[in-house]
């Protein structure tokens, strides 16, 4: 397993971090590289550190990917994005859907959304006067009910009173 050679100091005083120096190395322009991963089949989710300015580059990961391990990494990335595109065109074809119907909405100049809301309101007017009743009927039970208790509570008091009495 050879290592690519890095041109240009590393950053040696940086802290190690799982065998990874924390800090990417300088180039010889004493500029700092970037660190990427290269998505490529020959190398799926390996690090490089990268010179944005010269183009240089050296690998940061110290072994070559190999095996499943290899496999595993270029098939999340094929259906990675096999589902970008699916969710491209999903969105495009929700982008021509939505310009149809809004197409349509204008075309009939909103008179098909008088008549739905004038049907919406009819739904509601009926539903409150459902809920009218049914409040109504609550309320004749719950006059009934204080009534009979408080019929009950005089008769009980008067046998109290009686008994006391007596």
Same mark, same amino acid.
């Given at each position: 397993m050879?290592?690519?050679p %890095?041109f240009? =100091?590393s950053?040696? =005083?940086?802290a190690?971090?799982?065998g990874?120096?924390a !800090?990417?190395?300088?180039y010889h322009c004493s500029?700092?590289?970037k660190?990427?991963?290269?998505w490529?089949d ?6 490089f550190?990268r +010179? $944005? &300015?010269h183009?240089?580059?050296s ?6 990917p +190999?095996?499943w391990?290899? /496999?595993? /990494?270029i @098939? ?5 994005r096999?589902q970008q595109? @699916?969710?491209?065109q999903l969105?495009e *074809? /929700?982008? #021509?859907g939505?310009?149809?119907? !809004?197409?349509q909405e204008e075309a009939?100049?909103? $008179? =098909? +959304? &008088?008549?739905i =809301?004038m049907d919406?309101?009819?739904? @509601?007017?009926?539903?409150l006067q459902v #809920?009218l009743?049914?409040a %109504?009927?609550? @309320?004749k039970?719950? *006059?009934q009910f204080l009534?009979i %208790?408080w019929?009950?509570? /005089?008769?009980i $008091?008067?046998?109290i &009173? ?5």
């Amino acid at each position: 397993m050879e290592k690519t050679p %890095s041109f240009g =100091s590393s950053a040696s =005083s940086g802290a190690r971090v799982d065998g990874y120096s924390a !800090l990417p190395p300088l180039y010889h322009c004493s500029r700092m590289t970037k660190t990427t991963k290269a998505w490529t089949d020959d190398n799926p989710g390996r690090r490089f550190n990268r +010179c $944005t &300015v010269h183009g240089f580059f050296s690998w940061a990961d110290l072994e070559d990917p +190999c095996g499943w391990q290899k /496999l595993s /990494l270029i @098939e999340a990335r094929d259906q990675i994005r096999r589902q970008q595109l @699916e969710i491209r065109q999903l969105k495009e *074809k /929700l982008r #021509e859907g939505n310009q149809q119907i !809004l197409q349509q909405e204008e075309a009939t100049n909103g $008179t =098909s +959304c &008088v008549a739905i =809301s004038m049907d919406d309101k009819a739904l @509601e007017i009926t539903r409150l006067q459902v #809920e009218l009743l049914n409040a %109504s009927d609550r @309320e004749k039970m719950l *006059k009934q009910f204080l009534l009979i %208790s408080w019929g009950g509570f /005089l008769a009980i $008091t008067t046998i109290i &009173v009686a008994t006391l009495k007596g």
